[in-house]
């Protein structure tokens, strides 16, 4: 309530003359403007006019303003009744006026329901959460993390793809597909995908298996070999022959794999120089002495280049190789497929094919030249390091030198005069005798 008597919104104020105490016979509610309550209060008491008019003016305005918040507050309610009055209403009773009092529009309002007043006063809601088939996907577009059936049938797939992910084995895994620990099936191949029921294999099951023509229905009979079940990934099976050389050199090395040695094998080959290379050349003067260094120059350089075409060779092939495997691992989310490395592999090493040189970017390019120089400059100082260090070692030995020799000579001096010496005497003792 605004003001600070205990008034209720559907029974306006009584008007009281503050100067005269009125008797408890007279206590209704009267109307709206407090004059015209005071004109009828006087009337139901006999009082004279002059009397009516010498109410306090602070106590007209307090009624005055009671009256207006009373109006204010009723204002949305009487809103709400003429509305609801309009709509009960037939359309001949459209056409002509009516007038209603407060309370026949309070009545009004008390018969309406809460529903009617809500959507009279605040408007159309509409709802923020949707109903429930409004979220329905379809199979093939269903959240990847959620349950359900991620292909539908006849769908493409490659292996590894997720085709169904349950809780329980609701679907098998049948023919070319795999299940996971959380009961999910995958593609073990590419092709299409079929749903299916195989009763030889057990009655009550349903299967979900992958074709390999859209046309193949599932499941495949027993006895059937075909191109696509012996190779289903595409890729031709072929049985490689070694020649009788190779055959004999990976007898004598059988821990080595077929590749390894294959190389070996071309790469040790004596490869076929021209007759000019083969024919030896006899020493007869300065002339065929140069031309033999001649032909031995060019008879390594022949044998070099063979060796590095057949190690090329070798490299493409194990390329192709490569190129022609796939093998599928086990990833964290239970899917098959190739690891990076392995799809980074397929276009060979980088620097043996065009377009590989730079596989790093600029920033990449820039660490590592920084580091190549900072390695080169502590090479340098290392070395310059390592020469002072040889340079003290050999100064150091020749002052071992020096000093061995100063020894010698001492020690061949002392001898020498040891020599003199004893000759000297010996001359003496000749003349002496003499």
């Not at 009979?221 to 050389?245: A, D, H, N």
């Not at 190389?263 to 024919?279: C, D, F, G, M, N």
């Not at 340098?380 to 000093?403: G, M, Q």
Request: proline share 6%.
């Amino acid at each position: 309530m605004l003001s600070q008597q205990k008034t209720s919104p559907l029974q306006p104020t009584q008007c009281r003359s503050p100067n005269r105490r009125q008797p408890n016979s007279v206590q209704s509610p009267g109307p709206l403007n407090p004059i015209a309550a005071a004109i009828s209060t006087s009337r139901s008491l006999a009082l004279p006019s002059a009397l009516i008019f010498s109410v306090p003016v602070a106590a007209r305005n307090v009624r005055e303003r009671q009256a207006m918040q009373l109006a204010r507050l009723q204002r949305p309610f009487q809103r709400v009744a003429g509305a609801v009055a309009s709509a009960s209403r037939p359309l001949g009773a459209l056409s002509r006026p009516t007038t209603t009092s407060l309370e026949d529009r309070f009545a009004s309002l008390r018969i309406a329901s809460p529903t009617e007043i809500n959507a009279a006063v605040q408007g159309k809601r509409y709802a923020t959460v949707k109903s429930q088939g409004a979220y329905k996907l379809k199979s093939k577009k269903t959240i990847p993390k959620k349950l359900g059936a991620k292909r539908t049938g006849d769908q493409y797939v490659l292996p590894g793809n997720i085709i169904y992910k349950q809780r329980g084995t609701v679907w098998h895994p049948g023919e070319n597909t795999i299940m996971g620990r959380d009961h999910t099936i995958h593609a073990a191949v590419a092709g299409y995908v079929k749903y299916y029921r195989d009763p030889h294999r057990h009655p009550g099951r349903q299967y979900i298996g992958v074709a390999f023509n859209r046309d193949d229905k599932l499941p495949y009979p027993p006895g059937k070999r075909s191109e696509e079940v012996i190779s289903p990934s595409g890729i031709p099976l072929t049985v490689t022959r070694l020649p009788e050389s190779e055959q004999s050199t990976e007898s004598e090395d059988s821990t080595t794999t077929g590749v390894s040695v294959t190389a070996q094998t071309t790469v040790t080959a004596k490869p076929k120089l021209p007759i000019h290379l083969r024919r030896r050349i006899p020493l007869k003067d300065g002339n065929s002495v140069i031309a033999r260094l001649i032909q031995q120059k060019l008879r390594a350089r022949a044998i070099t280049k063979a060796k590095q075409d057949a190690w090329r060779l070798q490299q493409q092939k194990e390329l192709e190789a490569r190129m022609n495997t796939r093998v599928f691992r086990l990833q964290d989310d239970y899917s098959y497929r190739e690891t990076n490395w392995e799809i980074g592999r397929l276009i060979g090493d980088a620097g043996t094919i065009p377009g590989t040189e730079k596989t790093e970017s600029r920033r990449a390019r820039m660490r590592s030249r920084r580091k190549k120089r900072a390695a080169y400059f502590r090479e340098l100082k290392a070395r310059r390091v390592a020469k002072a260090r040889r340079r003290e070692e050999s100064k150091r030995r020749l002052r071992e030198k020096r000093a061995v020799l100063l020894a010698q000579r001492r020690e061949a001096t002392t001898t020498v005069k040891a020599t003199n010496e004893a000759v000297k005497v010996a001359a003496e003792k000749n003349k002496v005798k003499a």
